[in-house]
């Protein structure tokens, strides 16, 4: 059994989904960004049990079919954007990505994201990207042409422009200021 779950976003989400769940005594086989496979449910314990298990602690049980393919696309986008996986094959753009993965058109995924999330997939990857270039900014691991290289930009110059157009701020002077504006991944 898969349970497909809301709001998992790091790898510390994986493990507190763990620990609340085997918890409730379930025992787990898998535990991905999104996903708990379990051998069975048992009588003892209900999805209710479950989801309010995972409520208390900021994540939700998905079970309709639409919010189900949102989440695979957010997932997906998270692990190739802030994992840097790699499962898009090289010159592949997201669209034909997210086809190739999902299985349905861009066009219906895309309507159903912007419908469910309030953005378009495109202003989700964004933010994605500079959520992800502050945190290599705030940790200085590395130069803004390595970053614009690992996430696909096109110059370092388009990458500098976009933090900017987002974050009112130069690479360089969020770099520089004691305040750190991040936000959490589930929050985008």
């Not at 999104?34 to 048992?42: N, S």
């Not at 010159?91 to 895309?110: A, C, P, Q």
Request: hydrophobic residues 40%; aromatic residues 8%; charged residues 30%.
């Amino acid at each position: 059994m898969i349970l497909t779950i809301r709001n998992m976003v790091c790898d510390r989400c994986k493990r507190v989904v763990r620990e609340e769940l085997e918890k409730l005594g379930l025992t787990l086989t898998r535990v991905d960004l999104g996903e708990a496979e379990l051998d069975d449910l048992p009588p003892a314990v209900s999805l209710s049990e479950v989801r309010q298990a995972l409520l208390a602690n900021g994540f939700d049980l998905i079970d309709d079919r639409k919010q189900l393919l949102v989440e695979h696309i957010k997932v997906l986008l998270i692990n190739e954007i802030q994992y840097l996986k790699g499962e898009r094959h090289a010159n592949e753009n997201v669209s034909t990505f997210l086809e190739r993965k999902l299985g349905y058109d861009y066009s219906y995924l895309s309507g159903l994201f912007s419908a469910s999330e309030g953005q378009t997939v495109e202003k989700y990857i964004i933010a994605l990207k500079i959520e992800k270039v502050k945190e290599w900014l705030r940790y200085d691991e590395l130069t803004l042409t390595e970053m614009a290289w690992r996430l696909s930009y096109s110059s370092v110059q388009h990458l500098s422009n976009q933090f900017r157009q987002v974050t009112g701020q130069t690479p360089g002077q969020f770099r520089k200021a004691t305040q750190v504006d991040r936000r959490a991944l589930d929050r985008l």
